[in-house]
């Protein structure tokens, strides 16, 4: 994993001689990217033994993704920021002091050791792979391994992630929750004896989230050293060996979780806890619209499908012969939906259940196959999505896919001139910039944001237009505890002036507890959940 | 050689895409052709009408109409290509042929690039849309929504090759040992032999042209 450099001893200072050696160890006494002021990271100490289970807890924003592309060498050292202490892995240490002489990293030798799912999981296709299989063995194949044995690995790692019934589908066309499993099956296929994962709980479902935590015990139970970077303290993560917390860029607590759990103040606030699944309903204000009227929005009768995407050559010709229908399967059956002002409606399904594909049906985005769709009490069929977009605020489930301005500001400010005029539209920004608490950072680039704040950024750029319908999809993912309170303020106050408001989540617990009343769809219908 | 191209492209079911792309390439230039050898070809002898200094001939018209023909062979030869080509079968087909995987991938993304940056800047036009942005169907409009969407696009696309990057190292791409591959590219004798006749046909033409050349001259 060294290609030159100089390599001091490879002592194990800081190791209990009884203890069990670590595949993966940092001692990282600064790290700060080329760019900035102050380290990133600062007295961050970690070692992983074969078979441990570790939880790095951080808001979002504390250094807990800087962490994970360390270890995993995606963010080898010297090339985009300085780093001085050292990396461990398998026995051998790297020492770096920030300086020219400093050893390089590998990192597909690295990769071969240390798997790593990042945050955003679209990342790791390799957008030249047709199929999901294929993307699977994206990385065996690079490892020339026999076609006999990747088949039957690929099988495996689709049946342990659920994936199975996915395997012949265009990467490209699968829901958040299916490309978050696809990304840490790819991760873990080589079965590297590390794997890091990047906030593995965000928008997967609850099928997802049991099959991701029997994944973990059945790699614990192979030797594999599992590393989970996590703002949310999810079930799973009790089970952990060790817990160390993160804030600021250096660690404030380390330890068994028990202990910490236990200890008041060891967790920073802005960790969140999940919402229980049987949470009783919060006392929400009662929606102040729900005498019969004219209701905000309403589905009648939709139904959509998505054309079917031009198949090539022999594949097509293919599923001719197997007699397979023309009409494509539809997503959404018969919807009936209707949301009165000052509602809040939760609409919650499994991952791929056809959940964003409604939310776009709302501002026009998408088209129903049949059926119409009413904003305000008119028909939208026909009219451009900008100009629905004045009375619908649509927020997309990956922050990335909705900010593309510069700074801060000119992202919230987007629009919104010709929307209200300038001078409101500068009030409205700041207005939304600050109830969501991103008013300091007015002139930062979206992109170099945590993720949190971009998923607040991208909901201050729906609220500063206050349309009379707020979608919002997966809203929850990505959000630490400081910014679920914010998203929850922000979603309350809409709804008490009047705007009717869908979330669309695989969170249970947070539907019942954000909203009026829920549905679920289900094999594409709505049901009352 | 056209009308192959054609019959092919037809059995292949790419004739509806193939045909207007070739003809928004023939289509101008065949004109301009026409133009230049059709009135101003200097060896013509056979006059068919004249106007001031522009003379039709007969040599201009058929010089003019050979290069319109061999510049539609070629042109709809490589759209034929590309249209059925399917880019992950051709990178398994190379891999399997001791192609370097980091060759084989540059190749096939940049044959995936348009269709990616398609479906880039249509996500970037869906979030503008969605905050109000209205792009109807005149050319006007659709020109200034190209403008609003032009540097985030290069921007997002730049900031995700870096990322992309590191993923792809982390996973072997630039891996220099032998290379396996999951997909199965079906190879029957049929196109083995397809391929040894056609290969041998064109080194026949090559030879042919040479003889008859060394003949006239």
Redesign the interface.
């Known amino acids: 994993m060294v290609t030159g450099g100089p390599q001091n001893g490879a002592g194990n200072t800081g190791n209990d001689s009884n203890a069990p050696v670590p595949v993966l160890a940092a001692g990282i006494r600064q790290f700060t990217f080329h760019d900035a002021h102050a380290p990133a990271l600062r007295e961050v100490a970690v070692s992983f033994p074969p078979g441990s289970f570790t939880a790095i807890l951080g808001a979002s924003g504390s250094g807990k993704s800087t962490v994970g592309?360390l270890l995993?060498?995606?963010?080898p050292p010297g090339a985009h920021g300085a780093l001085s202490g050292f990396l461990e892995l398998s026995g051998t240490r790297l020492e770096f002091d920030g300086g020219p002489g400093d050893p390089r990293i590998n990192?597909?030798e690295?990769?071969?050791h240390v798997g790593?799912v990042?945050q955003?999981p679209a990342?790791?296709?390799?957008?030249?792979?047709?199929?999901v299989?294929?993307e699977l063995?994206?990385?065996?194949?690079?490892?020339?391994?026999?076609?006999a044995a990747?088949?039957a690995a690929?099988e495996h790692t689709a049946a342990l992630l659920g994936l199975r019934s996915k395997l012949d589908q265009d990467p490209?066309h699968l829901s958040g929750g299916q490309l978050r499993r696809l990304a840490i099956g790819?991760a873990m296929i080589?079965g590297p004896p590390v794997l890091v994962m990047d906030e593995p709980f965000a928008s997967l479902d609850a099928a997802g989230a049991a099959e991701l935590a029997a994944l973990v015990r059945d790699l614990q139970d192979r030797g594999t050293a599992v590393v989970i970077l996590s703002q949310t303290i999810d079930p799973l993560l009790r089970e952990a060996g060790t817990w160390v917390v993160l804030s600021e860029g250096t660690v404030t607590a380390s330890g068994a979780p028990a202990g910490l759990e236990s200890s008041p103040g060891a967790l920073p606030a802005s960790i969140r806890h999940p919402v229980p699944m049987h949470a009783a309903a919060r006392a929400l204000p009662q929606a102040a619209g729900t005498e019969p009227g004219r209701p905000a929005l309403q589905l009648r009768n939709v139904s959509f499908g998505y054309p079917e995407a031009p198949a090539?050559?022999?594949r097509?010709?293919k599923s001719a012969q197997a007699g397979e229908p023309k009409h494509p399967a539809l997503v959404l059956r018969d919807i009936e939906l209707a949301v009165n002002p000052g509602e809040i409606v939760a609409v919650t399904g499994r991952n791929g259940a056809g959940k964003s594909t409604l939310l776009r049906h709302f501002?026009g985005?998408l088209r129903p196959t049949s059926g119409s769709v009413a904003v305000g009490g008119t028909d939208i069929a026909g009219a451009?999505?900008?100009?629905t977009?004045?009375s619908?605020?649509?927020l997309?489930q990956q922050p990335?896919?909705?900010?593309?301005?510069?700074t801060v500001l000119r992202e919230v400010s987007?629009?919104?001139d010709?929307?209200v005029g300038p001078a409101t539209a500068r009030n409205r920004a700041a207005a939304a910039l600050r109830a969501v608490g991103l008013a300091d950072a007015a002139h930062d680039h979206p992109?170099e944001l945590p993720a949190s704040a971009q998923r607040l950024l991208a909901l201050a750029?729906v609220l500063a237009?206050k349309p009379a319908v707020l979608a919002l999809d997966e809203p929850t993912v990505a959000l630490d505890g400081d910014g679920l309170d914010l998203l929850d303020a922000a979603v309350r106050s809409a709804a008490a002036e009047g705007a009717a408001v869908v979330l669309v989540t695989h969170d249970l617990g947070y539907a019942r507890s954000a909203a009026h009343r829920s549905v679920a769809l289900d094999g594409g219908r709505l049901v009352p959940a | 050689m056209v009308a192959a191209c054609l019959g092919l492209s037809l059995a292949g079911g790419t004739a509806r895409r193939v045909m207007p792309a070739a003809a928004a390439v023939l289509v101008p230039l065949g004109l301009s052709l026409l133009v230049l050898h059709g009135l101003f070809f200097p060896e013509g002898r056979t006059v068919l009408a004249e106007w001031g200094p522009s003379r039709v001939t007969a040599e201009g018209l058929e010089f003019a109409g050979q290069r319109i023909l061999q510049l539609a062979a070629v042109v709809m030869a490589l759209l034929l290509f590309s249209f059925s080509v399917d880019v992950p079968d051709l990178v398994a087909a190379l891999s399997a042929r001791g192609v370097q995987g980091r060759f084989a991938f540059v190749l096939a993304s940049t044959l995936t690039l348009l269709p990616a940056i398609a479906a880039r800047a249509q996500r970037i036009r869906q979030a503008q849309e969605s905050r109000g942005l209205v792009v109807t169907r005149s050319l006007v409009s659709r020109a200034g929504a190209f403008r609003l969407q032009a540097v985030p696009l290069v921007l997002s696309l730049i900031e995700d090759a870096g990322t992309r990057a590191a993923a792809l190292e982390a996973r072997g791409l630039s891996s220099t040992g032998p290379l396996t591959s999951y997909r199965e590219v079906p190879d029957s004798s049929l196109q083995r032999t397809a391929r040894a006749v056609l290969v041998l046909l064109a080194v026949a033409a090559v030879v042919l042209r040479l003889v008859q050349a060394g003949s006239g001259g």
Not at chain 1, 72 to 75: C, E, K, R
Not at chain 1, 123 to 131: E, I, M, N, Q
Not at chain 1, 137 to 147: H, P, T, V, Y
Request: net charge positive; proline share 4%.
């Open positions: 592309r995993a060498g995606w963010l990192p597909a690295w990769g071969r790593f990042p955003d990342t790791v296709l390799s957008t030249v792979r047709a199929t299989a294929e063995a994206f990385g065996l194949e690079n490892a020339g391994m026999e076609r990747m088949v690929v490209a790819c080589v090539r050559g022999r097509k010709r501002n985005l451009p999505v900008g100009r977009a004045a619908v605020g649509l997309f990335r896919d909705q900010l593309f301005e510069r987007f629009g919104l010709r929307l992109a750029t237009r």
